[in-house]
Nanobody
Framework: QVQLVESGGGLVQAGGSLRLSCAASGSIFRVDVMGWYRQAPGKQRELVAAITSVGSTNYADSVKGRFTCSRDNAKNTVYLQMNSLKPEDTAVYYC???????????????WGQGTQVTVSS
């Protein structure tokens, strides 16, 4: 049906950079939103960044000016460029898709399995 595959997570020192990628595959009729959430142990999952099919973006206040979300609509792929990373950015990052899929006339939500980002001090 629909699969989201993340890549690019890892261990980095504070002040460093990482670039996450998420490729969506399957019977995607029309994408509404793609983006990234993150969740640290014992904490609630939170929106990091999102981008619509027409390119408008939304960022959490904590990452504004440091992270950039972009997409390639032809490939159904979303990216998250993370610069000036801080220890508090440490979390599991999840790719998110909201789309019309498989001929269904309703919007459905899809999640990747998550990729670990660890920022050391």
């Amino acid at each position: 049906q629909v699969q989201l595959v993340e890549s690019g997570g890892g261990l980095v020192q504070a002040g460093g950079s990482l670039r996450l990628s998420c490729a969506a595959s399957g019977s995607i009729f029309r994408v509404d939103v793609m983006g990234w959430y993150r969740q640290a142990p014992g904490k609630q999952r939170e929106l990091v960044a999102a981008i619509t099919s027409v390119g408008s973006t939304n960022y959490a206040d904590s990452v504004k000016g440091r992270f950039t979300c972009s997409r390639d609509n032809a490939k159904n792929t979303v990216y998250l460029q993370m610069n000036s990373l801080k220890p508090e950015d440490t979390a599991v990052y999840y790719c998110y898709l909201r789309a019309f899929v498989g001929g269904r006339f309703v919007l459905d939500d899809y999640w990747g399995q998550g990729t670990q980002v660890t920022v050391s001090s």
